[in-house]
């Protein structure tokens, strides 16, 4: 059995609490590093090897965070009737698009006005646990058939597109198309489309199901390592043929190292087919070699990993603040610009503002671990307070 730390399972929550500690790394990237505001990291004649892997590795954290949100549904779902764990999914997933309309938008922007709204990652998990709270009501092996359709078919739509400002275009966009929208000079970015999205949570409610008590430990252990084997394999096939799973197809670059990257560099924004089977194929690879993994960094990253919400909102607000600071310690810099009427990735007046790449590591560091007590004692309340409804919720 997996190692369970007060009813929880130790595996899911060090890969949680590793996923948490890497986005963390994309964010601080986005604010501190020089380079953010002048090239995008996985431009393959602009980037280094270092660059783009650091924006890379942040790849797996979204898809991943909505499988595990699926698995956690599920383990939630034992102890409660469908009809009340589809009460609390769809409760909880308006709370989760509240909270990324107001609370995360303004601590991206530090503005009361709002000048620009963000539908990403928490708005993204908030619609997928709606849609979950009806999944749930069907079989499990109709869910696992109807999640995999969606993914590996949503590819189909790659050169489906909704062009201008439209109403129309919004709402397609918000299905599968990423895109900026302007009304009434505020500024909307969709960048988390919910196709297909919203099937990797319901994959990661049928996961669940291996967490089960009465499931073999050992049994779940070797169907990880399979089932993520098989999802590394197809992506390597589907990928080097070409033919399918992602509209930007890899190609020959200036050397060998690039043209790897070339290989690896996969669609986002929506997630393609061969994304999701990178990485959700290295979720089950992860989740199979950390079975029974134990020891002082496990028990340190995980306490992240139960505290996942807490530490999201968190993080981006600090980190926001030590941009703030930076700026004002930069010559030549005015801090006030992180709060001019556009976004900070909208103005040109950063020329000059940046620091290296190792400094953006160090502040990374330093964040991470100045956050720990605080995820700590926070997870230590909820233990001790599993009888308050509103925990639940964040």
């Known amino acids: 059995?997996?190692?369970?730390?007060?009813?929880?399972?130790?595996?899911?929550?060090?890969?949680?609490?590793?996923?948490?500690?890497?986005?963390?790394?994309?964010?601080?990237?986005?604010?501190?590093?020089?380079?953010?505001?002048?090239?995008?990291?996985?431009?393959?004649t602009k980037t280094s090897g270092i660059v783009f892997f650091t924006r890379w590795i942040t790849h797996f954290c979204a898809p991943i965070f909505m499988l595990l949100a699926g698995t956690s549904a599920y383990l939630i779902g034992r102890k409660k009737t469908k009809k009340e764990l589809s009460v609390f999914l769809i409760k909880r997933g308006l709370w989760l698009i509240f909270l990324e309309l107001v609370v995360v938008n303004f601590g991206w922007n530090f503005n009361i006005t709002f000048p620009m709204l963000f539908f990403i990652t928490i708005w993204a998990l908030g619609i997928s646990m709606i849609i979950l709270a009806a999944f749930i009501h069907l079989p499990q092996?109709?869910?696992?058939?109807?999640?995999?359709?969606?993914?590996?078919g949503h590819n189909l739509f790659d050169n489906v597109h909704v062009a201008g400002n439209s109403l129309p275009a919004f709402g397609w966009s918000l299905i599968h198309d990423q895109q900026f929208f302007t009304w009434h000079q505020e500024i909307f970015l969709v960048g988390y489309p919910i196709v297909p999205l919203m099937a990797i949570m319901p994959l990661g409610y049928c996961l669940g199901s291996w967490y089960a008590a009465d499931y073999d430990a050992r049994k779940r252990q070797r169907n990880l390592l399979l089932l993520g084997s098989f999802a590394i394999a197809l992506f390597i096939i589907l990928r080097y043929?070409?033919?399918?799973?992602?509209?930007?197809?890899?190609?020959?670059?200036?050397?060998?190292?690039?043209?790897?990257?070339?290989?690896?560099?996969?669609?986002?924004?929506?997630?393609?087919?061969l994304y999701v089977l990178l990485t959700l194929g290295g979720a089950f690879l992860f989740l199979s070699f950390t079975e029974k993994l134990k020891g002082s960094v496990v028990k340190v990253v995980s306490v992240y990993g139960r505290v996942p919400m807490f530490y999201y909102l968190i993080h981006i607000y600090v980190i926001h603040?030590?941009?703030?600071?930076?700026?004002?310690?930069?010559?030549?810099?005015?801090?006030?610009?992180?709060?001019?009427?556009?976004?900070?990735?909208?103005?040109?007046?950063?020329?000059?503002?940046?620091?290296?790449?190792?400094?953006?590591?160090?502040?990374?560091?330093?964040?991470?671990?100045?956050?720990?007590?605080?995820?700590?004692?926070?997870?230590?309340?909820?233990?001790?307070?599993?009888?308050?409804?509103?925990?639940?919720?964040?």
Do not use: E
């Open 1 to 44: 059995m997996s190692t369970v730390i007060k009813n929880r399972i130790t595996s899911i929550d060090f890969l949680r609490g590793t996923i948490m500690i890497i986005m963390a790394l994309d964010h601080v990237r986005d604010y501190l590093f020089s380079g953010s505001f002048l090239y995008d990291p996985l431009d393959l």
């Open 141 to 152: 092996k109709l869910i696992l058939g109807i999640c995999i359709v969606i993914i590996a």
């Open 241 to 273: 043929t070409n033919l399918y799973g992602d509209p930007v197809k890899w190609s020959v670059q200036k050397d060998a190292f690039f043209t790897f990257l070339s290989f690896i560099k996969v669609n986002k924004y929506p997630p393609s087919l």
């Open 321 to 394: 603040l030590v941009a703030i600071i930076a700026s004002a310690l930069t010559p030549g810099q005015n801090w006030k610009i992180w709060f001019l009427t556009k976004p900070i990735w909208f103005t040109t007046d950063l020329k000059g503002y940046g620091f290296s790449l190792p400094v953006a590591y160090l502040v990374w560091i330093g964040i991470v671990a100045a956050l720990y007590p605080l995820c700590k004692r926070y997870d230590a309340y909820k233990q001790a307070n599993k009888a308050k409804w509103w925990l639940s919720y964040l």
